[in-house]
């Protein structure tokens, strides 16, 4: 049962570097997102898309792009890697009743 | 629009007391809830979900949640504390019947004494 995967699962950026971080799922979500993770802070929605082609914006999407080809694939792009984009980074995918499934994380650090 | 608050950041219970996790929301139209829990160096795995159906919910582990409508809460309880529950523990909450994504609480981490 792979359910949800994220890679890489560590990465080291400099400043104004980019760089893709993949999330694939094989449960056939249509809504597929991606939330970053700091402390003290919960976890904060970047981008979301509720199917293949469809994409919106979270609460936190400057410095960051999407796409949705396949239902699958979700990959989250850092355009410029900027010290502040330093944080944890989950996939997740959701069912209808709203019940997410995350992704082990990608942690990045930038410099 | 919809929001969560966990009191307490950090939570300590010695192994073997009761575990008590505060979950208060609010939301314009009926929510479902979620609790989920993290391990360290992992994702977010859920623990137990409110979908409108019975108001106590029982989950993995042992723990469950009341949803009570009156005092807009969604508590975490376990009875009896294990060292491996040792983690951090998020509430969130959605609109029910609505595409809209989960609001997510900032964490409450708890810290299992022996």
């Given at each position: 049962?792979?359910?949800?995967?994220?890679?890489?699962?560590?990465?080291?950026?400099?400043?104004?570097?980019?760089?893709?971080?993949?999330?694939?799922?094989?449960?056939?979500?249509?809504?597929?997102?991606?939330?970053r993770q700091d402390p003290g802070m919960g976890l904060r929605l970047i981008h979301y898309s509720v199917g293949a082609g469809i994409t919106d914006q979270g609460e936190v999407p400057n410095g960051y792009n999407v796409s949705r080809s396949t239902t699958e694939d979700f990959p989250l792009r850092l355009l410029s890697a900027a010290p502040s984009q330093t944080s944890v980074y989950f996939c997740a995918s959701r069912e209808n009743t709203g019940e997410l499934f995350f992704g082990e994380g990608s942690r990045l650090t930038v410099l | 629009a919809q929001s969560v608050t966990q009191l307490g950041s950090h939570v300590s219970v010695s192994e073997g007391a009761l575990v008590l996790l505060r979950c208060n929301?609010?939301?314009?139209?009926?929510?479902?809830?979620?609790?989920?829990?993290?391990?360290?160096?992992?994702?977010?795995?859920?623990?137990?979900?409110?979908?409108?159906?019975?108001?106590?919910?029982?989950?993995?582990?042992g723990f469950e949640a009341e949803f009570k409508k009156s005092e807009t809460s969604f508590h975490l309880t376990k009875p009896?504390?294990?060292?491996?529950?040792?983690?951090?523990?998020?509430?969130?909450?959605?609109?029910?019947?609505?595409?809209?994504?989960?609001?997510?609480?900032?964490?409450?981490?708890?810290?299992?004494?022996?």
């Amino acid at each position: 049962n792979a359910g949800v995967t994220q890679t890489p699962k560590f990465q080291v950026l400099k400043t104004g570097q980019s760089m893709t971080l993949q999330c694939a799922q094989d449960m056939n979500h249509e809504y597929m997102s991606w939330y970053r993770q700091d402390p003290g802070m919960g976890l904060r929605l970047i981008h979301y898309s509720v199917g293949a082609g469809i994409t919106d914006q979270g609460e936190v999407p400057n410095g960051y792009n999407v796409s949705r080809s396949t239902t699958e694939d979700f990959p989250l792009r850092l355009l410029s890697a900027a010290p502040s984009q330093t944080s944890v980074y989950f996939c997740a995918s959701r069912e209808n009743t709203g019940e997410l499934f995350f992704g082990e994380g990608s942690r990045l650090t930038v410099l | 629009a919809q929001s969560v608050t966990q009191l307490g950041s950090h939570v300590s219970v010695s192994e073997g007391a009761l575990v008590l996790l505060r979950c208060n929301y609010s939301s314009s139209v009926p929510p479902y809830l979620f609790w989920y829990v993290q391990y360290p160096n992992q994702g977010l795995q859920l623990l137990l979900k409110y979908t409108s159906a019975a108001t106590l919910v029982k989950g993995i582990n042992g723990f469950e949640a009341e949803f009570k409508k009156s005092e807009t809460s969604f508590h975490l309880t376990k009875p009896s504390a294990h060292m491996s529950d040792a983690a951090e523990y998020f509430c969130a909450v959605t609109p029910s019947g609505s595409a809209r994504q989960l609001t997510f609480g900032s964490g409450t981490q708890l810290t299992v004494l022996p």
